[in-house]
């Protein structure tokens, strides 16, 4: 199994920066596509960013601009930089990475973090 572990979030006001990171441990054989999603209360859960294992990135139109989407593969890790932050960006964060295990090496599933709260309130 894999395990995500999430940190960052808080409570900032409009127009402030959170640094949200998440770490992959277990029996990982390999990462492929790392992201981050959110949901706000009574919506969907939604796609933030995305990142592959070649580092090409993806982000959700109402954040291109203002939030970043990196890697670091030696560590396992997944990070999302969030600038200029508005209240609409209130909402629980959610890591999620793509891998294969020991046990099923050529097989990908998706992994999910416990969720970050991100308040953007004055």
């Known amino acids: 199994q894999v395990q995500l572990v999430e940190s960052g979030g808080g409570l900032v006001q409009p127009g402030g920066s959170l640094r949200l990171s998440c770490a992959a441990s277990?029996?990982?054989?390999?990462?492929?596509?790392m992201g981050w999603y959110r949901q706000a209360p009574g919506k969907q859960r939604e796609l933030v960013a995305s990142?592959?294992?070649?580092?090409?990135?993806n982000y959700a139109d109402s954040v291109k601009g203002r939030f970043t989407i990196s890697r670091d593969n030696a560590k396992n890790t997944v990070a999302l930089q969030m600038n200029s932050l508005k209240s609409e960006d209130t909402a629980v964060y959610y890591c999620?990475?793509?891998?294969?295990?020991?046990?099923?090496?050529?097989?990908?599933?998706?992994?999910w973090g416990q969720g970050t709260q991100v308040t953007v309130s004055s």
């Open positions: 999620k990475v793509a891998a294969t295990t020991f046990r099923t090496p050529y097989n990908y599933y998706d992994y």
């Open positions: 277990g029996d990982i054989f390999m990462l492929g596509t």
């Open positions: 990142i592959t294992s070649g580092s090409s990135t």
